[in-house]
């Protein structure tokens, strides 16, 4: 998020930035007039101290065709070079789905988390890594309600619709994590629905992918089974945890990935994210601990 | 016909009332497609045409200035509705059954409620409690109405 | 008691209206304080997550249908009549039928809270959020009945002025000479006829779903959200416009008068409204760009919303060319005025940023678009109404507000608005989307929030202050003639059935019968 539409990092949020920048200039070209004539107006034209019994009413004027027409005209003219600006700018950002095109990449929004779906079959919650300087179509959906997939450094923004796919171009110009939100209000936990995008060089983004298509290597322990895979061995439930360790954020990126936080989050998930979908449930000291130790070692 | 502050008052709301049928009856045509199985399968257009023919024979009559025989036909409608609706909940056609029964029961149900309103304000009206040409106005839209979602509900569904 | 509850003339039902209008402001102002405490910095937890929702949807559903709704019809219902030279309004019984219904409206509303589930969905509560499934409380059903009695009202209301302004003129008072207040509500009211009940059927459809299982807006059975959104805003594009309307009727009667000046281009401000009129129920889709709906239909609806700032921006060119020649003089209430046109300016142009539909894709749904509508619907209508407000007091009370303290009013407004709000568009363009109970410690979002708390404050010093004067001046305030702005229109008259009505005002035709508005048959 850094400085969001300030610090654009894609071709897209680039034109958009720059089609921004035009629209402020135009403001504030407006803005100043109106403010030029009001300033003038309130200074020049003060009534003089007096009473306003001896007042002298200033001559009526009622009005000027001229004038009106020219004030409707010129911002129409204005209005109209701004369209054209705009349909531009729509053209080269937008993604329709070509026919027999398949996305490289399905987002789904869930309350309250993210995930990316590769077409190796890799499901990656909260993180999702794509090839910087190589752009993927990315199709984004929703299970439940509708959220708004936003990452303001490198993509417009598009609303997630549960049952109408649509369609965005995911690209950054440099290797980087880069940081998105849910944009729209979506129930209780709207605010904590955080993801990172993390672009990195074609080989490293090759190298991260296959080590997220490994299964896990040491089996679950029984509380796992029990009180967990319910939601998190369904994708549409919970965030898939196969490759938990290797991830930098917990909690849809919320707090950083680390031992301390992971047995927090395991143990209190209500404190760390109220309103989460994960209840309290009570575990036992030696369940947590089994627990963030083998979730720990999920690479 | 010369206007009177009741019948400009009356006009307004009838035209606030057809904006609000229209949503309505848009969002009917809007899972039309969906719902024309059921729609078709459940539907009877003989039965209900009966009903509307005397509904418009209200209209008719209150045109003539009948009050008493514009309120029975009236009242004969809504128990033909009324049947009908006992037929589609029995043959488990409700709310929820699926898009034909949410729109369908919605669309009619609030046109129901409008023909029951209607001839309660007649009612009035017989009893000398309230202007009739603007009360009229309501009866004859509460009329129209029902020639519109007879014809996109069952018209269009059979024809 | 029985003067409140048994009123049925315009100026008790109006002055009801402005009563009710100010509680609901105070609550609706507790609301935001309450928000912009919990955002003060950054990862506070003032707040449950589920009560800062209910909070900000109560916020938002309190300020429009029963804030700003209510007190331009307040206005309208006291000072319709008189300006028109009628007794009353055309069905004072149903005058007062509309104000119960919204005060019932408003009381279910907030009765919300004593079940522990006000509605937590926003103000426009988009479907499937709004489904049984995901809001499970009783706090949408309130809702949603809530707003159909209102929006009863505010139909009610509507056809009340229609068939008043068209019945109940006085001799002379023609259409074309109708003071702008007044046909801006004219035209207002036709516009709450093609627009609030597609509200009232939507809430329908809705509690169809949330009670009785119908599949409206339920993607799972094969409902539609969007269609909710469709449907929501076709009422709520034009709702704007009707919020706004009004208030730019206060200004074209307000600017003029403390101008020593007629309006300039009455009939192109007249005309003007009547664009804004049908222009706004075509441009609804634009709170829905972020939607993937296809280009084609997203560059229609970006021309319309481009299109429709031009007539919005003649009548700002209009007002100001009303001010250059004229002799100004600066009471409260043309302080608000002059300030409702830098601020209603800066509003429009960041609405006019949201046509240009890529930009729109950043910015939709973050604090930018909360800088706009409180731009438009603040430093907009709320600053006409206090126009309004020390404009008309003489003429609803016989008393004037105190200057001085009017003067502090004002600049506590202005500064704690500005500082409340342009902050707003930075923090939008730094990403920081609506809606969100708290954020996290990014760059500069914990600085900014901080100072858009801090004008929060200013503001509320402002509002109490503003509160505090009402209450003195109609104990202490000093008596006001009929006529204490040396106005034009009727309602300034000592006795408006012994006026003339020949022209626009007929007022300075009474005062100056050698140089009247009207040209003598020769």
């Known amino acids: ?299 | 016909m010369t206007w009177t502050k009741a019948k400009l008052g009356m006009s307004m709301l009838i035209l606030a009332e057809s904006v609000f049928f229209f949503m309505l009856i848009l969002s009917f045509i809007y899972f039309r497609s969906e719902s024309l199985k059921t729609a078709a399968a459940t539907l009877h257009l003989p039965m209900t045409s009966i009903y509307t023919v005397c509904l418009l024979a209200s209209g008719f009559t209150l045109w003539r200035g009948r009050l008493a025989p514009t309120i029975a036909l009236g009242v004969i409608f809504l128990l033909g509705q009324g049947r009908e609706y006992l037929a589609l909940l029995q043959s488990g056609v409700t709310m929820s059954q699926g898009l034909f029964g949410t729109t369908f029961f919605t669309v009619t149900g609030i046109h129901v409620i409008h023909a029951a309103l209607g001839l309660i304000l007649l009612g009035f009206v017989s009893f000398g409690r309230l202007a009739a040409p603007a009360i009229a106005m309501f009866w004859y839209f509460v009329t129209a109405v029902w020639v519109v979602v007879f014809a996109v509900v069952y018209l269009w569904t059979f024809v | ?522």
Not at chain 3, 301 to 326: C, D, E, R
Request: aromatic share 12%.
């Open chain 1, 1 to 299: 998020m850094p400085l969001g539409s300030f610090n654009p990092h894609s071709s897209q949020t680039q034109i958009i930035t720059a089609l921004f920048a035009n629209v402020l200039i135009l403001s504030a070209a407006v803005f100043l007039i109106v403010a030029g004539l009001v300033a003038y107006a309130v200074v020049r034209y003060r009534a003089e101290k007096g009473l306003p019994a001896g007042e002298t009413e200033p001559p009526p004027n009622f009005g000027s065709r001229p004038i009106e027409i020219a004030w409707t005209v010129l911002p129409i003219l204005i209005l109209t070079a701004l369209f054209v600006m705009t349909v531009r700018a729509m053209a080269r950002i937008d993604a329709p789905l070509e026919p027999g095109r398949a996305p490289d990449l399905v987002i789904t929004g869930h309350q309250w988390w993210w995930d990316a779906r590769y077409t190796n079959g890799v499901i990656a919650p909260s993180e999702i890594h794509i090839p910087a300087s190589r752009r993927m179509l990315a199709e984004i959906d929703s299970t439940d309600v509708i959220h708004d997939f936003w990452v303001p450094q490198l993509a417009r923004k598009i609303d997630a619709v549960p049952g109408r796919p649509a369609y965005v171009w995911l690209e950054a110009d440099t290797p980087g994590t880069y940081r998105g939100e849910c944009s729209e209000f979506c129930g209780a936990d709207h605010a904590r629905m955080h993801f990172l995008v993390i672009a990195e060089p074609e080989a490293e983004y090759s190298a991260w992918l296959q080590r997220e298509s490994q299964p896990a290597r040491t089996p679950p322990p029984v509380t796992f089974q029990q009180k967990c895979a319910d939601c998190h061995a369904n994708p549409a439930k919970g965030p898939d945890l196969s490759h938990i360790a290797s991830r930098q954020t917990l909690g849809a990126a919320l707090s950083p990935n680390n031992p301390a936080n992971l047995a927090l989050w395991i143990e209190k998930p209500q404190s760390v994210k109220p309103g989460n979908r994960m209840p309290d449930q009570q575990l036992s000291g030696s369940e947590v601990a089994a627990l963030t130790s083998w979730l720990g070692s999920l690479q």
């Open chain 3, 1 to 522: 008691m029985s003067g409140v509850l048994g009123a049925v003339d315009h100026k008790r039902i109006g002055v009801l209206y402005l009563f009710s209008a100010l509680i609901f402001a105070l609550i609706g102002g507790a609301e935001a304080m309450v928000m912009r405490a919990q955002l003060s910095l950054p990862n506070l937890k003032l707040l449950t997550p589920d009560t800062y929702n209910q909070v900000f949807t109560m916020h938002g559903t309190t300020m429009i249908f029963l804030v700003v709704m209510p007190v331009l019809t307040g206005f309208g219902v006291y000072l319709i009549p008189l300006m028109i030279g009628a007794h009353d309004m055309a069905f004072p019984c149903l005058s007062a039928v509309a104000f119960w219904l919204h005060i019932v409206g408003g009381l279910l509303l907030y009765l919300s809270f004593a079940t522990g589930n006000a509605p937590n969905a926003g103000w426009f509560s988009y479907a499937p959020l709004s489904e049984k499934q995901y809001s499970p409380g009783p706090g949408l059903d309130f809702w949603a009945v809530s707003l159909i009695l209102i929006g009863s009202g505010i139909i009610a209301s509507a056809i009340n002025f229609i068939v008043t302004i068209a019945a109940s003129r006085t001799a002379g008072m023609t259409i074309r000479r109708l003071p702008l207040f007044v046909w801006m509500n004219l035209v207002n009211a036709v516009m709450i006829i093609f627009a609030l009940p597609v509200l009232v059927a939507s809430l329908v459809m809705l509690l169809g779903d949330r009670l009785l299982h119908a599949r409206f807006f339920d993607a799972a059975q094969g409902g539609s959200p969007l269609l909710w959104q469709h449907y929501f805003w076709i009422f709520g594009h034009p709702e704007v416009y009707i919020m706004i309307l009004p208030a730019f009727g206060m200004i074209s009667e307000i600017i003029p008068v403390f101008s020593r000046k007629p309006i300039f281009g009455y009939p192109f401000v007249a005309a003007s409204t009547l664009a804004i009129a049908f222009l706004s129920y075509g441009v609804w889709v634009h709170h829905m760009f972020a939607v993937a709906l296809g280009r084609t239909l997203l560059s229609v609806f970006a021309a319309a919303s481009m299109l429709i700032a031009v007539p919005t921006g003649v009548k700002v060119f209009n007002w100001t060319t009303t001010m250059l020649g004229g002799s100004i003089r600066f009471t409260t209430s043309m302080l608000f005025a002059v300030a409702f046109l830098l601020e209603f300016t800066i509003g429009g142009l960041s609405g006019v940023a949201f046509a240009a539909v890529p930009v729109d894709w950043q910015m939709t749904d973050t604090y930018f678009v909360v800088a706009h509508i409180h731009y438009v619907l603040f430093g907009g209508t709320l600053f006409a109404v206090f126009a309004g407000v020390y404009y008309w007091f003489p003429k609803m009370t016989g008393k004037l507000l105190d200057e001085p303290l009017g003067r502090w009013h004002f600049w506590l407004i202005v500064v704690g608005f500005n500082a409340t709000f342009f902050v707003q568009h930075i923090l939008g363009l730094l990403g920081m989307p609506r809606r969100v109970y708290t954020y996290a410690d990014f760059p500069w979002w914990g600085p900014l929030n901080l100072i858009s708390t801090i004008g929060a404050g200013i503001l509320t010093f402002g509002v109490l202050l503003f509160v505090a004067n009402v209450l003195v001046s109609l104990r202490f305030g000093a008596v006001a003639g009929c006529d204490p702005w040396n106005a034009w229109t009727l309602e300034w008259a000592e006795d408006f059935s012994a006026v003339t009505v020949q022209s626009r005002r007929p007022l300075w035709d009474l005062k100056h019968p050698e140089a009247p508005d009207w040209v003598p048959e020769s």
